[in-house]
């Protein structure tokens, strides 16, 4: 039988419904599941293939990445774990291991968790068991909480330390919610990932993070409970010291000492034997085991019923302990600014990449800031309701009858550098936006020049239209400085923070103003106020922007770049992360395409992101398979934003090893008015030549958007303005797929056989 092309067509961000991707009414599914699966036009319904013998198949995994309100409440929740996991991969390309950024973003990772778990310890604890059940007026007409008051303060606190671990399983099982999805494509053997992160994107196992994950998450579920176990022999100490008691606690120190020590080392490979491939599982086992069996003996000795004198005040250590782990993570982010200014010295690429090369530490930082806007929200929430309506602030006097509730300093001033990091930020931003608009306007004009010359005077308004999209799709390139500016800003709001521990920061500033008359006390008092206020405000509108974003193509759009760029990668730096989705779909289309060019030529077709997981996918294909292989590349994103944000791991080098692998069958379509996607190689301002010559100058091709300006004889609106989607009704896109049809290497084609 002749051999058959097939157009394979991956899709982008928002999950297109395989009629859309394949333009066909009816289709059918030739391979995979719901989750992620293959499609071709049904036989006998329609035109279902080309009539020159040009298949097309289409290839959707939106499903790995859930719907919209799944979507929303992890964002919500596991936004710090993503944004760190992020971190590392947005490294500068130096062409070494990354050095210690692994190692550091593996660190700021593990105090993520612990500021999680404290934050819950802190509402459920230190406000509801040490401060609230022990005072009347706190528990005074609310039944769910009295009960606890009959309880002596030994069996209080140490129930109450459940919600903390219930809290780490449910980070568990968020983590781990559509791992199912990806179980149903398991590795080849010998394809595990064993590093920690800074490996090459070509490397076989790199898309199959499942032992790294499975030792990070015993390592980050040990941190939690080491804390956990912390907090509370630390109190216990302090009201009541035994022996015992500081064995526990001196234990508890050393497994978050071991576990330090083991996230500063990546995991490695078993002997050779029936465990091949697997992470030393005997020692996430022992650490499995030492951490339950601390968190035990934890909660027993907690447990014993003592007769220590009425708590008031704090947890005894809490405070200090929110303060401390803040003050780690300050030595941490200023390591990584240090660490990525010094490889940025070293990267060739530091001129183009986003972010000024800063992208690590700035992921980092917002990690950071998300996890303790999150926190300070949490236990101010819950102790504004306890106190019956007032936010707890020692520079304001309690209300008569009100419960004596004192959260941590720390969080107060979080939501002070919260606030002032917000109101900086989106003035910086503003300012932005209108310092480039003369700018990109002056672009615009010269592509509405090129694309529209001497249009009619009825044309004119049209032509605005189009240029005034030009201008805010160009916006993207113009608000690095942003990101800057939100860096110094978040790193001097965690250095002052931090400063807690040294006994004149915040601490110490807020009870001196809290026993002067004057307003500035006062003053704070309202600023903290607005900046709790302030993040719950965003935190809500997080959630209904999610819930809301299937109104609106443009908002649906920006939330699933966020959540495919930030599940993108796989999770060696975060194990709660959302799940890497890219860890089913690459293996999956590679396998496909292996299938495939046993029978003929494959074009791989990838819209935004699917261009990213076509690239991928291409660096994981055999080199037996290459020749039968084309890419094609449309709306996407590769160099816009991955290889100047991941320059390491899709940087230029690694984009020119795709085009020689497959021989530069490589054409990129892209257009001016589109905000996501762009040239590959070859940006260049309108009417100048590419600045790439040979062959990389050949791939990228830009489509003039709209056709036209002017309403046709035979229709009664102008032609559409298609931005971003889609790609695949231009006929500029059939032509390029029929010239790659051409330029696939027949030679190269097995024999004719029977499938």
Known sequence: ??????????????????????????????????????????????????????????????????GATVRTLS???????????????????????????????????????????????????????????????????????????????GPRLAILALVPIAALRLLWWLGKRSARAFEAFPAARGQDRTSGGEDRIDRPGFWNDALVVQRLRAIHFAVGLGVLDASLLGALIHIHPTLVGYLLFMAA????????????????????????????????????????GLTVLALVYTAVPLEPEPPSGQLPGYEGTVAAVIAVQTGLLA?????????????????????????????????????????????????????????????RPNVPGAPPLEPPVSYRWAALAGLAAVLVVTATAIYRIVQTRRRRRRLAEAIVRQDFPEPPPEALPRRAVVQQIIARAALAEQISPVFIVFLVLSLLGVATVALDLTGIGPSDLTRKLARTDGTVSTELAYATDIGMYVIGL??????????????????????????????????????????????????????????????????????????????????QLPPEVLPRVALLTHGSPLHRLYARLCPAFLGDQVLDEIGNRITWRWVNLWRSTDPIGGPVFSAHRPGEPPHVRGAAGTVDRRLRDPTGIIIAMDDTVPPPIHRHWPYHTDPAYEAAVRQLAERLDPTSYPPDRDR
């Open 1 to 66: 039988m002749a051999h058959e092309v097939v157009e394979l067509r991956v899709h982008g961000v928002s999950g297109t419904s395989a009629e859309a991707l394949l333009d066909h009414p009816v289709v059918v599914r030739v391979a995979g599941d719901d989750n992620a699966g293959f499609y071709r036009p049904r036989p006998g319904f329609g035109v279902s293939d080309r009539p020159d013998g040009l298949a097309v198949e289409a290839y959707r995994w939106g499903a790995l990445t859930a």
């Open 75 to 153: 964002l919500l929740f596991l936004l710090p774990f993503m944004l760190v996991n992020l971190a590392v991969w947005t490294r500068p390309a130096t062409g070494g291991a990354g050095g210690a950024i692994g190692p550091l973003c593996r660190l700021l990772a593990a105090t993520l968790t612990a500021a999680f778990v404290l934050s819950i310890v802190g509402v459920s604890v230190d406000i509801v068991g040490w401060q609230c059940a022990p005072y009347r007026p706190c528990i005074r007409e609310r039944g769910y909480l009295a009960w606890l008051a009959d309880i002596p303060l």
């Open 253 to 292: 120190w050393v497994l978050l000492a071991a576990c330090a020590v083991l996230l500063c080392l990546p995991a490695h490979r078993a002997v050779e034997g029936p465990g091949r491939g697997e992470v030393d599982l005997r020692g996430i086992r022992t650490l499995r085991m030492v951490a339950n």
């Open 335 to 395: 390591a990584l600014v240090v660490t990525t200014l010094h490889q940025r010295r070293r990267s060739r690429t530091t001129a183009k990449a986003w972010l000024s090369g800063l992208a690590a530490p700035i992921f980092g930082i917002a990690a950071v800031a998300a996890a303790y806007g999150f926190s300070a929200a949490l236990v101010y929430r819950v102790a504004d309701f306890l106190d019956r309506g007032e936010i707890p602030n020692p520079a």
């Open 538 to 619: 965003v935190a809500l509108g997080i959630v209904l922007f999610g819930l809301l974003s299937y109104r609106s193509e443009g908002t649906r759009r920006t939330i699933a770049a966020i959540w495919d760029l930030g599940t993108f990668w796989p999770r060696t730096v975060h194990p709660f992360a959302p799940p890497c989705y890219a860890e089913r779909a690459v293996p999956e289309l590679a396998k496909r395409i292996t299938a495939l060019t046993t029978g003929g030529g494959v074009i791989l077709s990838g819209h935004s992101h699917g261009s990213v997981l076509a690239a991928a996918t291409l660096l």
